[in-house]
Every structure is written in structure tokens, then in C-alpha cells.
């Protein structure tokens, strides 16, 4: 049985992208990718003795963790000669059924948050 990043590989011809992996780039170029973590909500559980849940939700994206991300990108390209030249942002797309306060099916929602990226850099003096 095939992975998924076998799957990717066959169906687009691309590499898959994971956190700060290098992709194979013939030349004067490198890149670095990375997938910011979802964000983070409290919601109330119980009646009487309500305590609170961290969830996530696929609306938005943990800002800091992915400005972070970018800034480690573009210092870790920075440090092994290169200059970045492109930032390509990756969006990852999810939807959710809406209903009104009666329960009442009202149709669905999608998002498209930008949740990662891919940092190219080009060798300096190349």
C-alpha cells in the first residue's frame, strides 16, 4: 500500500512538504517549507461543574507559530548562503455545515486559511 506522500508523488509529480524540509532543487536555488499549527479556542464543558477544553479550529491559523516558522525559513537560508527571492504561501481548504438556532441546515461554509509556505532561496554570488 502506498503512503500519502507516495500518492502526492505519483498524482502531482511533486515532492510533499513538511516542516522546514529541503526540496530537491538542481542548482543555485533551495527551498524550505513549513505548515503553521491550527488555532487554538476555550469553550466551556459541563453545566454545573464547567471546566474548560483547548480545541482547535481549521478556521485560522496560530499566528505566532507561523510567523515564527517563516522567520526560521528565511534565517536558516540566510545562514547557508542564500537570499530569499520568493515566498509562495500554501492554503489548506476546509468547509463546515451552518444551521440556524433551530438546527435547521442552511448550507456550508468553507475556509481557505493560509496555514504554510514555501521559502525559495537563491545562492548568493551564483
Known sequence: ME???EMQRRITGSPVVTEHNELQMAGKFKAKGFWASWGKY???KGVLLKTQVEKESQRWVDIR??????????EQLDAEGYEVISVVPLSCGS???????????????GFTPTQGAVVVGKKRGG
Open 3 to 5: 503512503t500519502v506522500e
Open 42 to 44: 476555550k469553550v466551556d
Open 65 to 74: 507559530d507561523y510567523a515564527q516558522k517563516l522567520q526560521d525559513a528565511y
Open 95 to 109: 468547509s463546515e455545515s451552518a444551521t440556524n438556532r433551530g438546527g435547521a441546515y442552511l448550507g456550508d461554509t
